[in-house]
């Protein structure tokens, strides 16, 4: 290669500039031996290894640009062993890479013993080279849990005889900070939910006024009915729990609704929200949120209720994503104001 970064035929081997007149013979080199081939020519040309980039109107450039292709495209078939697809996964503090950028992930043996045709078959520890993607976000969610109330404080499941309960002095607090930690996220074009229940309608209404929003009321987010457990403590759900188990991995309350029953309706409100612009933000209660995390994550539903795992405090938030992967929490629930 010249000081001017012309790629001059010398850099290409006599079987490279043979492949690439004609393509590979598939009678005479299996996937990884042309591949091998095709690959090393790109990297003599400075495509994969980012040294230059190659005179197109040469001959020696265009056949480097046909290797290129040829080797992302025996790749892309799954034929070659040495080239993984593209890992779909954020920058952190161990992948630190931009999009696009050739990430070396490791070593492998290459599949062939014996010196072949352009030295490329080796039998020896070879780069793996992926290309680093970032995951493609498709929604973004914000749940809250509800300030304080009476029925809070009290500490006794009340479920749809709590309907008409209003936040305490202590629940607007929270409201008010919850607000100040929304406004502070700088949103793009932020969209207030709330249940039917007035908690939740009272938790929202301080966000949407610092945020120039108005709250919408939504159907199918509000809290699990207990049924016939309406009136104990909080502290049965720890102490009876077992009575709550059902078949299938389920936790029902009898005469009452099951967690998949919540999971169910809150899940058709979402469809509702995420299919518009802009940033959903919805705010409803403990039980509610519990059952719809455990279907967006995919966790196991028995376990997760027994340990509190998605348990909130008031005024809780919790951000997620959506990816090709599905939903992840990107922020485990902030606690505003716990109680």
Sequence with gaps: MGRTGTVRPRYLTPSLR????????????????????????????????????????????????????????????????????????????????????????????????????????????????????????????????????????????????????????????????????????NLDSPRIYASTYTRTQQTAAPAAELLGVSVTVLEGIQEIDPGDWRGRPYSDLKTGFDELVGPDDNVSFPGGESQRDVADRFETALRSVLGLPGTPIVVSHGGALTSLLIRLLRVPVVESWRSDRFAQANAELTELIQTIDGWQIKQRPEKIWRI
Aim: a positive charge; proline letters at 8%; aromatic letters at 2%.
């Design 18 to 185: 043979r492949i690439s007149r004609r393509g590979p013979d598939p009678r005479r080199y299996s996937p990884n031996q042309s591949g091998g081939l095709l690959a090393g020519g790109a990297r003599n040309a400075g495509i994969l290894a980012g040294a230059a980039r190659p005179d197109l109107r040469t001959g020696a450039g265009r056949v480097a640009r046909g290797a290129a292709g040829h080797f992302q495209r025996l790749a892309g078939r799954g034929e070659h062993a040495r080239l993984r697809l593209p890992e779909r996964r954020p920058p952190s503090g161990d992948c630190p890479h931009p999009p696009g950028k050739l990430v070396q992930r490791g070593t492998v043996r290459s599949l062939r013993g014996a010196a072949g045709p352009g030295r490329v078959g080796r039998a020896a520890l070879r780069p793996v080279l992926t290309v680093y993607t970032p995951p493609v976000t498709f929604s973004r969610l914000f749940l809250a849990r509800h300030g304080q109330t009476t029925g809070n404080v009290a500490g006794v499941l009340r479920g749809v005889d709590s309907q008409h309960d209003e936040l305490t002095a202590e629940g607007h607090a929270q409201a008010q900070a919850l607000a100040r930690k929304l406004a502070a996220l």
